[in-house]
């Protein structure tokens, strides 16, 4: 079983930033890449980047050269560095552990980032 707990988010104004932490811990050895997707009130849940094992990076077009993900494999924990922030960026954040030799996706309990005006 994987576990995924993640960290940070909170409040902020327009233009500035937060760090989010994502820890994944139990039988990681099949997990390859790790996520963080976003859902909105009244909207779908969101790809907004992610980082595979080898360390190539996505992520969502509005978010491209404001966000940028990375993974420390040692201390199996995956960050999002958000910059400029935007108040479309207000949602929940969750953290993504995928697996795809069982096909799971494990996820964490999200966090909450609200950017205000």
């Known amino acids: 079983q994987v576990q995924v707990v993640e960290s940070g988010g909170g409040l902020v104004q327009v233009g500035g930033s937060l760090r989010l932490s994502c820890s994944v811990s139990?039988?990681?050895?099949?997990?390859?890449?790790l996520g963080w997707y976003r859902q909105a009130p009244g909207k779908q849940r969101e790809l907004v980047a992610t980082?595979?094992?080898?360390?190539?990076?996505t992520y969502l077009d509005s978010v491209k050269g404001r966000f940028t993900i990375s993974r420390d494999n040692d201390k199996s924990t995956v960050y999002l560095q958000m910059n400029n922030l935007k108040s479309e960026d207000t949602a929940r954040y969750f953290c993504d552990a995928d697996d795809p030799i069982f096909g799971t996706h494990y996820w964490g309990q999200g966090n909450q980032v609200t950017v205000s005006t």
């Open positions: 139990g039988d990681t050895r099949t997990v390859n890449a």
């Open positions: 980082i595979e094992a080898s360390g190539s990076t």
